[in-house]
Nanobody, 121 residues
Framework: QVQLLESGGGLVQAGGSLTFSCAASGRTLTTLCMAWFRQLPGKEREFVAAISRSGGTTEYADSVKGRFTISRDNAKNTVYLQMNSLKPEDTAVYYC??????????????WGQGTQVTVSS
């Protein structure tokens, strides 16, 4: 069983930056594609970014492209989400997720518990 533990949420001003970490346990990270999703207040959970097992392929939602960067350190079993130029509309609960395959990362097998980010204007 895979456990995912996010950290790094909090309150930040618009235009600021924040970095999330997601530590994985229960399975070697190199066997998993990793992703970040978010759930805005009153909205459905949505895809934010994903990264392949090697880190060679990344995908981003249009709303965060150019502002957010997903990366991974397989030696540390950790995936990151660097968020720059934050906007109030980025306020959400952010979830780390994992799945063995990029083609199914939109519906991942494993989820973290979520971490709140609030961007003040």
């Amino acid at each position: 069983q895979v456990q995912l533990l996010e950290s790094g949420g909090g309150l930040v001003q618009a235009g600021g930056s924040l970095t999330f970490s997601c530590a994985a346990s229960g399975r070697t990270l190199t066997t998993l594609c990793m992703a970040w999703f978010r759930q805005l207040p009153g909205k459905e959970r949505e895809f934010v970014a994903a990264i392949s097992r090697s880190g060679g392929t990344t995908e981003y939602a249009d709303s965060v492209k150019g502002r957010f960067t997903i990366s991974r350190d397989n030696a540390k079993n950790t995936v990151y989400l660097q968020m720059n130029s934050l906007k109030p509309e980025d306020t959400a609960v952010y979830y780390c997720a994992a799945d063995p395959f990029m083609y199914s990362i939109a519906n991942p097998n494993y989820w973290g518990q979520g971490t709140q980010v609030t961007v003040s204007s």
